[in-house]
């Protein structure tokens, strides 16, 4: 038996191995390009593995395309939507799992049916609604949907409220203590793992995000680092695109998505356990 499982084990592992190195094989690609000089990118003899290191790749990608006022963009942008998310999200979820007034049921199954309109078919209204309101070339329609809850967020914490027994509510309303209070004082410290979940997922969907900017930023001093990335390997004239450069612009975009999840991943795991131990304890 002892065997079995070991070999079990081992061939696991071994599967887990060649795995991780075939996911992992473009991102030592990019590093090797991301290091290359000028020389070997224009004549493409780029390696698997990095045979040059030109770290000033990483000082010129600062001085001469923006890559310092992407990244700023970026994090304004990025740093409100994960405000905007855990907020009204945990906000419509408590309402959702502890308030029961007449249709709320009916309500729910409205909010969780829109996950299946396909994001093409608001597109165009949205466009018009922001052109309208004044908000083309701005941030705001990047940032403004984020605090209006969304159903695949709400679903997970209303989910999660509702495993946390209801005797620490009923408690809460003996000491005087109102839906503002529970909801701020009760739940969302006891809701910590799911809510930082949803952050990790609204920190790679926007940092990441490449349509939204593209639709609505036309200024390139407003563009975030999704969108400076194309504007970076985007030259005039039919030359070859620096893609040295490029690569190193790259990474500053994957590398933060990789680094939050690798320091976040615990809440993720967290978020599957049942909120309802924590409040017995």
């Known amino acids: 038996m002892n065997k079995i499982a070991l070999s079990e084990k081992v061939l696991s592992y071994t599967v887990l191995l060649a795995v991780g190195i075939l996911l992992g094989a473009p991102f030592l690609y990019m590093i090797s390009i991301a290091l290359a000089s000028d020389a070997t990118t224009v004549q493409s003899a780029f390696t698997f593995l990095p045979r040059e290191w030109i770290w000033e790749n990483f000082v010129k990608v600062f001085t001469n395309n923006n890559l310092g006022l992407y990244l ?14 855990v907020f ?9 799992a502890r308030l029961k007034a007449p249709g709320s049921g ?17 597109m165009i209204p949205q466009f018009i609604l922001f052109r309208k309101l004044g908000w083309v070339n701005t941030f705001y329609p990047l940032i ?20 946390i027994p209801r005797s620490l ?13 529970i909801y701020s004082k ?9 809510l930082a979940a949803i952050a990790i997922f609204s920190f790679s969907w926007n940092w990441g995000n490449f349509m939204g900017p593209l639709i609505y930023i036309n200024d390139s001093a407003k563009m975030p680092l999704a969108l400076g990335v194309q504007l970076i390997s985007t030259v005039s004239g039919g030359q070859m695109p620096p893609w040295n450069i490029v ?14 999840y690798l320091v976040g991943q615990r809440f993720v795991y967290e978020a599957n356990i049942s909120g309802g131990s924590s409040g017995i304890k």
């Not at 700023?72 to 998310?85: D, E, F, P, Y």
């Not at 009916?106 to 608001?122: K, Q, Y």
């Not at 403004?144 to 495993?163: D, Y």
């Not at 009760?186 to 799911?194: F, G, H, Q, R």
């Open 88 to 96: 009204s999200a945990s906000f419509v979820a408590y309402g959702f």
């Open 169 to 181: 509510d009923e408690a809460a309303k003996i000491d005087g203590m109102g839906h503002l209070g």
């Open 186 to 194: 009760i739940i969302l410290p006891m809701t910590y793992p799911i």
């Open 144 to 163: 403004v949907p984020s605090f209006f809850a969304g159903a695949f967020n709400v679903f997970l914490i209303r989910q999660f409220v509702m495993a």
């Open 72 to 85: 700023k963009n970026s994090l304004i942008i990025t740093s409100w939507a994960i405000v905007g998310s």
């Open 247 to 260: 690569m190193v612009a790259s990474l500053f975009l994957t590398i933060p998505m990789i680094l939050i």
């Open 106 to 122: 009916v309500l729910f199954v409205v909010l969780l049916s829109t996950m299946m309109i396909p994001g093409e078919i608001t």
